[in-house]
T-cell receptor
Framework: EDQVTQSPEALRLQEGESSSLNCSYT??????LFWYRQDPGKGPEFLFT???AGEEKEKERLKATLTKKESFLHITAPKPEDSATYLC????????FGEGTQLTVNP | DAGVTQSPTHLIKTRGQQVTLRCSPK?????VSWYQQALGQGPQFIFQ???????QRGNFPDRFSGHQFPNYSSELNVNALLLGDSALYLC?????????????FGPGTRLTVT
């Protein structure tokens, strides 16, 4: 059975303090790894797709990387508006999500 | 270009009742998946519809059923509601023919069972 584990569960940063979120996975036949951002009470918002080890994607202050067993979401100089829950998901036979990392960025 | 839409936004039901949730996919998408998200957890896959048929199903009881219409929109039905069915129900659309497997989510329907 496909599994996704995200860490830490919660992360509190000061504005401008860079950090990384981790997503460890086991999947039978990886067809893609996805990062989503979710604001409270709303649907997940698509951020990135990664397909193979060594691949990297960037968008503003976010950079996602992928290895054979995990993915990282690096946040550089975060701002308060980056506060949200970040979800990692893997596409094997179906899309399987982790529990998410709740990020809070204080001004 | 309209994204994925869901209705209603919120719903309050009593134990034992039945509920129907609706979803319209993003323009150009032909596949709809449904997820249940309990508070503080990641979304859990319920089932996926393509060409008006259920393609895959997660570990949910038969009380959860669905339907897809010729215009690709979809419904999720839940019978004999339990308190534990209270959750955010998410619809996601995708294109089966695309190689990306990317799914785009709607805003969700918040179901409260009392």
């Amino acid at each position: 059975e496909d599994q996704v584990t995200q860490s830490p569960e919660a992360l509190r940063l000061q504005e401008g303090e860079s950090s990384s979120l981790n997503c460890s996975y086991t999947v039978s036949g990886l067809r893609g790894l996805f990062w989503y951002r979710q604001d409270p009470g709303k649907g997940p918002e698509f951020l990135f797709t990664l397909y193979s080890a060594g691949e990297e994607k960037e968008k503003e202050r976010l950079k996602a990387t992928l290895t054979k067993k995990e993915s990282f979401l690096h946040i550089t100089a975060p701002k308060p508006e980056d506060s949200a829950t970040y979800l990692c998901a893997v596409q094997g036979s179906r899309l399987t999500f982790g529990e998410g990392t709740q990020l809070t960025v204080n001004p | 270009d309209a994204g994925v839409t869901q209705s209603p936004t919120h719903l309050i039901k009593t134990r034992g009742q039945q509920v129907t949730l609706r979803c319209s996919p993003k323009s150009g998408h032909d596949t709809v998946s449904w997820y249940q998200q309990a508070l503080g957890q990641g979304p859990q896959f319920i089932f996926q519809y393509y060409e008006e048929e259920e393609r895959q199903r997660g570990n949910f009881p038969d009380r959860f059923s669905g339907h897809q219409f010729p215009n690709y929109s979809s419904e999720l039905n839940v019978n004999a509601l339990l308190l534990g069915d209270s959750a955010l129900y998410l619809c996601a659309s995708s294109s089966l023919g695309a190689l990306s497997y990317e799914q785009y989510f709607g805003p969700g329907t918040r179901l409260t069972v009392t």
